[in-house]
């Protein structure tokens, strides 16, 4: 008699969701717990936690963690880093950079520097070429995901917060340009200079159309529906999710769309914005998925002697050729040497654009993506649990946010969405 009942609740088990999807919630759980608590008792960024919670979950295999991201992972890691650059780009005016043009010669030079750098050391420890070149593109980008959730988590403003996030922003729309680009030339066989420019011209030219289509799109929803409306999230989330599904097959760059969107949308709404408290609920749930993502996939690194030693180096390269570059460049662009230095400290971090970067590598190369994830895998979860700690305290030192108490815990709660 029991053989209907229980064959019953078999086939409703089947047609559930399944045993990944508890997975997932129940990490996801963990991973915001987790962060409440490291910030209230250690004073650290809730980053830390969800990091730490990512890493435990690729160590231990959970949650499908499975190495390149394909499908569904790969589209919720581009989701998420959609919303986080679209919210970078609204943040960044041009009209600052027509009043301080400097800030963009420190960007390129800071950029450019980074990868000559990078490169010269990874050539010099024996790396293959084109393994150098790729791993060169994924140093050059900062992390704004990290910058912003540090900046959200300690209410921090000031001109190293602001110049910061737009030097991660700027330098990461060039990463994401020359990257994709490299990955179309690698398709086609072809890596020469000549068609490098090119496809990075191409990738950029079609990432700018969707990015103005997605810009005018939300400009026309934005004169019908109220800023504050669950609505006008529900607009904006859909959106940033079709651009997400859709630009990559049409030649671009689906991040460096939805940067593009936010910094075109910002010339025509240059007040700040206020997020509506939907939005910053369903965005907080995809950065915490985010990072979970990023540290889970980068903790199954092989931390062989050699790639450690690779790894280690391209980590102190990285940040002596940022502090360098910011410390010549600071002076003229309106920076102290202090400001400057600490502004280098904050770009430390790398994350999610650069996991994406490289999970691309592993799919369009195989042979070579392999080679270039075992040295950016360490280098990813190393730069991002450190720079959060170190993004955290370069705030804290230049006094644009207020050093927290642990034994009160009383550091401001995330209650209200990020407001570009």
């Given at each position: 008699m029991l053989d209907r009942p229980i064959a019953s609740w078999s086939q409703a088990l089947q047609s559930t969701p399944g045993p990944l999807t508890l997975?997932?919630?129940?990490?996801?759980?963990?991973?915001?717990?987790?962060?409440?608590?490291?910030?209230?008792?250690?004073?650290?960024?809730?980053?830390?936690?969800?990091a730490v919670v990512g890493a435990l979950t690729g160590v231990a295999g959970f949650a499908g963690a499975a190495w390149p991201l394909r499908g569904v992972g790969l589209y919720l890691l581009e989701l998420g880093?959609?919303?986080?650059?679209?919210?970078?780009?609204?943040?960044?005016?041009?009209?600052?950079?027509?009043?301080?043009?400097?800030?963009?010669?420190?960007?390129?030079?800071?950029?450019?520097l980074t990868f000559a750098a990078a490169f010269v050391a990874l050539r010099a420890l024996?790396?293959?070429?084109?393994?150098?070149?790729?791993?060169?593109?994924?140093?050059?980008?900062?992390?704004?995901?990290?910058?912003?959730?540090?900046?959200?988590?300690?209410?921090?403003?000031?001109?190293?917060?602001?110049?910061?996030?737009?030097?991660?922003?700027?330098?990461?729309?060039?990463?994401?340009?020359?990257?994709?680009?490299?990955?179309?030339?690698?398709?086609?066989g072809d890596t020469s200079l000549l068609a490098s420019l090119a496809s990075s011209a191409a990738v950029l030219g079609i990432s700018l159309l969707v990015g103005g289509l997605l810009?005018?799109?939300?400009?026309?929803?934005?004169?019908?529906?109220?800023?504050?409306?669950?609505?006008?999230?529900?607009?904006?989330?859909?959106?940033?999710?079709?651009?997400?599904?859709?630009?990559?097959?049409?030649?671009?760059?689906?991040?460096?769309?939805?940067?593009?969107?936010?910094?075109?949308?910002?010339?025509?709404?240059?007040?700040?914005w206020v997020w509506p408290r939907q939005l910053g609920t369903a965005a907080?749930?995809?950065?915490?998925?985010?990072?979970?993502?990023?540290?889970?996939m980068a903790a199954q690194a092989n931390?062989?002697?050699?790639?450690?030693?690779?790894?280690?180096?391209l980590v102190g390269?990285?940040?002596?050729?940022?502090?360098?570059?910011?410390?010549?460049?600071?002076?003229?662009?309106?920076?102290?040497?202090?400001?400057?230095l600490w502004v280098g400290v904050a770009m430390f971090p790398m994350s999610a654009v650069a996991l994406l970067l490289t999970s691309q590598f592993v799919v369009a190369a195989p042979d070579m993506g392999?080679?270039?994830?075992?040295?950016?895998?360490?280098?990813?979860?190393?730069t991002e649990l450190l720079g959060a700690v170190l993004v955290g305290g370069a705030l804290v030192h230049v006094r644009e946010a207020e050093r927290p108490s642990r034994q009160r815990g009383d550091w401001p709660t995330d209650d209200v969405g990020p407001t570009p």
């Open positions: 997975e997932w919630a129940v990490i996801l759980a963990v991973a915001a717990l987790a962060g409440h608590l490291v910030q209230r008792f250690t004073g650290l960024p809730k980053l830390i936690g969800y880093i959609a919303i986080l650059l679209f919210e970078a780009g609204a943040r960044l005016s041009l009209r600052w950079f027509r009043h301080n043009p400097m800030v963009l010669v420190q960007s390129v030079a800071e950029s450019v024996g790396v293959d070429l084109p393994v150098a070149r790729a791993l060169s593109i994924i140093a050059v980008a900062a992390s704004p995901a990290v910058l912003t959730r540090v900046v959200s988590d300690l209410r921090a403003s000031g001109p190293v917060t602001d110049r910061a996030i737009a030097l991660a922003t700027l330098n990461t729309l060039y990463a994401l340009t020359l990257g994709t680009a490299m990955l179309r030339t690698i398709g086609r810009a005018a799109l939300l400009a026309g929803a934005f004169r019908l529906l109220h800023p504050t409306s669950q609505d006008t999230a529900i607009v904006i989330l859909a959106l940033l999710g079709a651009t997400a599904a859709v630009t990559s097959s049409l030649g671009g760059s689906a991040p460096l769309a939805t940067l593009l969107a936010g910094i075109v949308l910002k010339q025509f709404h240059p007040r700040p907080s749930m995809l950065t915490i998925l985010m990072f979970v993502l990023v540290s889970s931390w062989g002697g050699a790639i450690t030693w690779a790894a280690l180096a390269t990285r940040l002596a050729a940022k502090v360098v570059t910011l410390l010549v460049t600071g002076p003229a662009s309106s920076l102290s040497l202090r400001q400057s392999a080679r270039v994830a075992a040295i950016a895998l360490p280098v990813i979860l190393l």
